[in-house]
Every structure is written in structure tokens, then in C-alpha cells.
């Protein structure tokens, strides 16, 4: 079976950090990515990485403050968010996709986590 397992959520103030972690199992993935929903608003692509080279992607709002990484060991993919806004307030997903390709749409991926509450307050 497999499984995603979102965890590291939580509250803190502006410009706080935060560490998310999502422990994949049940298959190999080629990429896996985080996305982010806010009240109101749709799913929002944040960054993906390449399980086999550690390729990684970004949109522009969290280059420089967010870092993706896997850990091949654990078999879980990491998400550093350092000098969050709140902005940044949202339930956060891991997915994984069976694919290299890279995209920001949420029919890429083939499966999904539960999902981990990040707020952050001004």
C-alpha cells in the first residue's frame, strides 16, 4: 500500500522557521513535490525534487527560504521553510509523482498526503 505521511506542521511567527517531512512508502517515486492550499484558494504548486539526482524546482515566492531535500535513506522527503510570512499560512501536501516531468499541476501526481497545517502570524 502505498502511503505519504505529512508531519512538522504547526504555528509560528513571522519570519520563524518551520521543518516538514513527508515519509513515503509501498513504491519508488521519480519526484516528489509540495504543494500548499490556503482558505479559499486552490492547490498551489511550491517545489518538487528528483528522487534519483536531487534535482530541484521552486516557484519564485519561496526561492531563497525554502529548501527541499531527500533523505534515500529514511525514505522521506524534507521541506526547510526559514524567514516564513504569512503568506505562507496554508495546509501543505506532499505528492509524488511515477514521472520525471516536472509540473506545477496537480494531475502530475499520482498520490497524496494527508496534508500538514502550517500558520503563520504577523
Request: proline share 2%; glycine share 10%.
Amino acid at each position: 500500500q502505498v502511503q505519504l505521511v505529512e508531519s512538522g506542521g504547526g504555528s509560528v511567527q513571522a519570519g520563524g522557521s518551520l521543518r516538514l517531512s513527508c515519509a513515503a512508502s509501498g513504491r519508488t517515486f521519480s519526484r516528489v513535490a509540495w504543494f500548499r492550499q490556503a482558505p479559499g484558494k486552490e492547490r498551489e504548486f511550491v517545489t518538487t525534487i528528483r528522487w534519483d539526482d536531487g534535482l530541484t524546482y521552486y516557484i519564485d515566492s519561496v526561492k531563497g527560504r525554502f529548501t527541499v531535500s531527500r533523505d534515500s535513506v529514511k525514505n522521506t522527503v524534507n521541506l526547510q521553510m526559514n524567514s516564513l510570512k504569512p503568506e505562507d499560512t496554508a495546509v501543505y501536501y506532499c505528492a509524488a509523482s511515477l514521472t520525471f516531468r516536472v509540473t506545477p499541476w496537480t494531475s502530475g501526481y499520482n498520490y497524496w498526503g494527508q496534508g500538514t497545517q502550517v500558520i503563520v502570524s504577523s
